[in-house]
C-alpha cells in the first residue's frame, strides 16, 4: 500500500475553510484516497474518498490533483467541534487484496474562535 | 444491535498475563483489523483479515495472535502481555465490494502492570 504523508499540525479560525493537504506520491492507479478523522479517543469516523475526480459530501470535499500525488480535504466552514486528527489513507476498493490500510499520525487540527 | 463492538472495553492486567481483547462485527464484512494507538500518536496496524481464517501481519504484530474462525468475530490475544503492550486498541472493519470505508469500534483501554 502507498505511504502518505500530511504536516502535523495546523490552525483555522472558526467560520474559515480549512485545508488539510496529504502527500501520496507512490500512490497506485486503483488505489483510492480516505479520509478519516478521530475526535479525542473516540475511534475514527470516515469523512469520503474519492480516486481522482473530485468529490464532495455534506461534511467536506476532497481534491486530487490530476497526477494523484496528493490531495486536499477541505472543510468549508470550520467548527470549533471539527478540532479533531485528520488521517488520510490509500487503499484499494472492489478488490480482493483491498489488503492492509495503515494511518500513520495524521495532522491535529486545531480551531480557534 | 447492529454494528461493531469491541470487549472489554477497559481492562487492567499484569505483566505476563494472557489477555483477549473481543471484536464483533453484525455486517457481514470481508475485511477486519487491530490497530493499536498509544498516547499522542497515530494508528498502527497489528493484524488484519480478509475472510474467514484467512489473516496477515501488520505494522507491530510482535506479541499478539489473531484468529478468524467466523467472519463476524476477530479476537486479538496478548500471550503474555507486556508494558509496552499499554495502549488504546482499536478494532474495525470494511467492505471492498462497496464504499470499503473502515468502520471503527469504540477502542478497548488496556494497561498492562
Known amino acids: 500500500d502507498a505511504k502518505t504523508t500530511q504536516p502535523p499540525s495546523m490552525d483555522c479560525a472558526e467560520g474559515r475553510a480549512a485545508n488539510l493537504p496529504c502527500n501520496h506520491s507512490?500512490?497506485?492507479?486503483?488505489?483510492?484516497v480516505y479520509w478519516y478523522r478521530q475526535i479525542h479517543s473516540q475511534g475514527p469516523q470516515y469523512i469520503i474518498h474519492?480516486?481522482?475526480n473530485n468529490e464532495t459530501n455534506e461534511m467536506a470535499s476532497l481534491i486530487i490533483t490530476e497526477d494523484r500525488k496528493s490531495s486536499t480535504l477541505i472543510l468549508p466552514h470550520a467548527t470549533l467541534r471539527d478540532t479533531a486528527v485528520y488521517y488520510c489513507?490509500?487503499?484499494?476498493?472492489?478488490?480482493?487484496?483491498?489488503?492492509?490500510?495503515?494511518f500513520g499520525d495524521g495532522t491535529t487540527l486545531t480551531v480557534k474562535p | 444491535d447492529a454494528g461493531i463492538t469491541q470487549s472489554p472495553r477497559y481492562k487492567i492486567t499484569e505483566t505476563g498475563r494472557q489477555v483477549t481483547l473481543m471484536c464483533h462485527q453484525t455486517?457481514?464484512?470481508?475485511?477486519m483489523f487491530w490497530y493499536r494507538q498509544d498516547l499522542g500518536h497515530g494508528l498502527r496496524l497489528i493484524y488484519y483479515?480478509?475472510?474467514?481464517?484467512?489473516?496477515d501481519k501488520g505494522e507491530v504484530p510482535d506479541g499478539y495472535v489473531v484468529s478468524r474462525s467466523k467472519t463476524e468475530n476477530f479476537p486479538l490475544t496478548l500471550e503474555s502481555a507486556t508494558r509496552s503492550q499499554t495502549s488504546v486498541y482499536f478494532c474495525?472493519?470494511?467492505?471492498?465490494?462497496?464504499?470499503?470505508?473502515?468502520?471503527f469500534g469504540e477502542g478497548s483501554r488496556l494497561t498492562v502492570l
Open positions: 474495525a472493519s470494511s467492505e471492498y465490494r462497496t464504499t470499503g470505508e473502515l468502520f
Open positions: 507512490t500512490i497506485s492507479g486503483n488505489e483510492y
Open positions: 474519492g480516486l481522482k
Open positions: 489513507i490509500v487503499r484499494l476498493l472492489y478488490n480482493t487484496n483491498a489488503g492492509k490500510s495503515t
Open positions: 455486517w457481514s464484512h470481508s475485511y
Open positions: 483479515s480478509a475472510a474467514a481464517d484467512i489473516t
